[in-house]
């Protein structure tokens, strides 16, 4: 097994070897992802406080990586944040979702801190890693007879719109809703040249778990969108696209979320060029997404 050398192999290394590890070990992998700020700046000692993890975890992931410590595979999580050092503490605010308001009063001081936190979300979209797996969601939407798209909760307006906008674009969409109870008969209308895009974030729906598990069983091919490869969705999927959407008091915006289904849309309808491969602007001047 290569030693990774980014964050990116090592999320590829983490999911390739999720099954071969400890619950505990695979409880400490979990917080690695979804905390790289934290990783990046904590001690193990620290981390094994906040996570309730015991340190020794972290240490012995690391060692089963291929690392020959924890600070070994710190530096993974250092050198995006040394390339960015004006940011640190933008970044760290918003993974953590720890920013309190002066004033909880105050709406001006809610709209800024939202504003902040959306721009802070879509600027680590921009600057991430995230363009071969939306390549490869695009690659599968041009193939699929159907594209069925689900999202529960706080996920069901993406899933709402990226539905439409497929279908503004001049691809069979459907949403699944489960309304009235019918999602497992809703799922089984799936067939296996058709794919499901899936949008689940914590604590993730359970109605989406499950509607991803019965389209895997059947062979359909699966594209989360999620916070990270191992969530419960994008160990399923064949292709995960990988979102972290800022969050304030609980509240999680889906600004960055929405953006990802506009690249989909997009990206999708200028692959579907002419012959010369050349694009007519002029097609989408009506799309209305």
Known sequence: MALPETLAEL???????????????????????????EIALSTVAELGRRSNIAPTAYIRLAQALGFAGFKDLQRLFRAPLQQAADTHSERIRHYGGEKLLD??????AILREFSQANIVSLEHLAEGDQQANIEAAIAHLQVARTTFVIGLRRAFPVAAYLSYALSRVGRRA?????????????????AHDDLLIAVSFPPYARDTVEACRQAREAGVTLVAITDTVLSPIGKMAETVIEVNDAELLGFRSLTASFCIAQTLAMGLAFSQGDTDGTFDHERLKDIDC
């Open 11 to 37: 999320r590829d290394c983490l999911a390739a070897q999720h099954e071969h590890l400890s619950e505990r070990l695979r409880d400490a992998a979990r917080f690695l992802i979804d905390n790289p700020h």
């Open 103 to 108: 004033d909880p009063s105050d709406v001006g």
């Open 174 to 190: 459907v949403q699944i809703s489960g309304g009235g109870g019918t999602l497992p008969e809703q799922v089984s209308a799936i």
